[in-house]
């Protein structure tokens, strides 16, 4: 027996969900719907013993003052620091790792997804593999800041190049971040308006320089007031001193003469 006609109907119209859902895309889109992995493009790195920054590496097309916020972050390092550290700063977060001594630290752009630390991390650890199999450890000890620099900045390029790439999306590397990073459980996120303190005294002195500025002006001003004083003073003393010797020199006058009218001057 045939179905009724609106049972037809109805199979129909599953029959074409069905298609429109599983057989209506074309194959190629398929990609589309696997997940992407978050990323945060490396824009600065650099490799640094204590403050002395040895080497580093900017993305090229990119412009900004983050160098000197970078120095505020490595001036917070103490050789001690052990582990990985992770700074925000607005839009931008700093990620670094201290091995032997040596500072390796980057700086992505956030994109509000905390999982994706991990590629900057792996990124770290590239450098570091990299950085230690060129140099030994007493090269690495002895170097002076950006003396390593012409050698393994293009090198530093080449691997925030790799990892802002879409290659760093492999399954493999994704892997071993996760098991390296525990998803970011050994990384301790902070402000870094936490830590600058020196940043905080920085905009302070400017304000102080400018709070300087204005009492210079001020003492300027109260300099030319005073000299002008001190010379009318001069001036005036002086004038005292003319007119007493004048009075003076009148009265033995007066007195030689036989008084005001000089009298006897005048008979000689």
């Given at each position: 027996a045939g179905l009724p006609a609106w049972g037809k109907k109805k199979h129909i119209k599953y029959l074409l969900l069905f298609l429109v859902i599983f057989g209506g895309f074309p194959r190629h889109s398929a990609r589309v719907l696997k997940p992407q992995q978050n990323k945060m493009p490396i824009i600065y790195s650099l490799v640094s013993r204590g403050r002395a920054v040895l080497v580093e590496n900017t993305l090229s097309d990119v412009n900004g003052n983050f160098g000197v916020v970078t120095r505020v972050v490595l001036?917070?390092?103490?050789p001690d620091t052990t582990g990985k550290r992770t700074y925000v700063y607005g839009d931008q977060v700093f990620?670094?790792?201290?091995?032997?001594?040596i500072t390796y630290l980057c700086l992505t752009d956030e994109d509000g997804e905390s999982t994706s630390y991990r590629i900057p991390f792996l990124f770290l650890e590239n450098v570091q593999e990299q950085f230690c199999g060129r140099y030994d450890?007493?090269?690495?000890?002895?170097?002076i800041a950006f003396s390593l620099n012409a050698d393994f900045s293009p090198t530093l390029g080449g691997i925030m190049d790799?990892?802002?790439?879409?290659?760093?999306?492999d399954v493999d590397a994704i892997s071993r971040v996760q098991n390296e990073i525990e998803s970011v459980k050994e990384t301790m996120v902070q402000n870094i308006e936490s830590i600058l303190e020196r940043g905080e005294k920085i905009e302070l002195l400017v304000e102080s320089t400018d709070n300087m500025n204005q009492q210079a002006f001020t003492y300027e001003r109260s300099a030319r007031r005073l000299e002008r004083t001190m010379y009318w003073r001069k001036i005036r003393r002086r004038g005292f001193m003319v007119l007493g010797f004048s009075l003076l020199l009148t009265s033995f006058a007066m007195a030689g003469c036989g008084g005001i009218d000089f009298h006897k001057c005048r008979q000689n």
């Open positions: 001036s917070k390092i103490t990620h670094y790792t201290v091995v032997d001594g450890m007493e090269t690495r000890d002895n170097a790799h990892f802002n790439s879409d290659k760093v999306c």
